[in-house]
């Protein structure tokens, strides 16, 4: 089946430390491409988006992500996180097959960080 | 800015009773959508709309009927509550999902199915 996996559901780091959260998506053709952020209590956020052009995409927050066409991935990544960073992400596309108006989420990976 | 707005952020309800869900938006999104967050499942589609007077099936519809009578509004409700739908509810709204634009999520609704 088609679908958006985040490999990882749970992440504890500290802070500093650096962060790369992996998504990979099995959908062929043209994508879009997000990754959204739910703080705890609050509703998703965008972090960043890739339509075309430049693979490596960044974001609010320091945040950035490469898109790789070859690996289906779409790796979010963080140099030195914070305790601020604690949250749930999520890795979306939009694949263009279906008409562009559905938007599949993966199953979201939950970052604590320890201050 | 309001951006979405979704009402009631909480409620509980026995089985079988019914219920409707509101969401607004005041951003003149064409696109609307709900989702459901179950944990470890991240958010699934259960209806979506692409303009008013629209409405198609999203990932997992069944249980859940869907109205889009304003542009502003979409409305999600549940005929005959079951104890599998206790989730948390988001509604969105985009312009256009094709051109690369991104989705304005509401507050959630979290609902209890007792």
């Known amino acids: 089946a088609q679908s958006v996996s985040q490999h990882n559901h749970h992440v504890i780091l500290s802070e500093a430390a650096s962060l790369e959260l992996g998504c990979n998506y099995s959908?062929?053709?043209?994508?879009?491409l997000f990754w959204y952020v739910q703080y705890p209590g609050q509703h998703l956020q965008l972090l960043l988006k890739y339509f075309s052009g430049d693979p490596l995409v960044k974001g609010i927050k320091g945040f950035e992500a490469e898109f790789i066409k070859s690996k289906f991935s779409f790796n979010l990544r963080k140099p030195s996180v914070q305790w601020s960073d604690t949250a749930e992400y999520f890795c979306a596309v939009i694949p263009f097959h279906t008409g562009g108006f559905k938007t599949i989420f993966g199953a979201g990976t939950r970052l604590f960080v320890k201050a | 800015n309001a951006g979405v707005t979704q009402t009631p952020k909480f409620r509980v309800l026995k089985t079988g009773q019914s219920m409707t869900l509101l969401c607004a938006q005041d951003?003149?999104?064409?696109?609307m959508y709900w989702y459901r967050q179950d944990p470890g499942m991240g958010l699934r589609l259960i209806h979506y709309s692409v303009g008013e007077g629209t409405t198609a099936k999203g990932e997992v519809p069944d249980g859940y009927n869907v109205s889009r009578l304003k542009k502003q509004n979409f409305l999600l409700g549940l005929e005959s509550a079951a104890p599998s739908q206790t989730s948390v509810y988001f509604c969105?709204?985009?312009?256009?999902?094709?051109?690369?634009?991104?989705?304005?999520f509401g507050d959630g609704t979290r609902l209890s199915i007792l």
């Open positions: 969105a709204s985009s312009y256009s999902p094709v051109h690369n634009q991104p989705q304005h």
């Open positions: 959908y062929g053709g043209t994508v879009n």
């Open positions: 951003m003149n999104h064409e696109y």
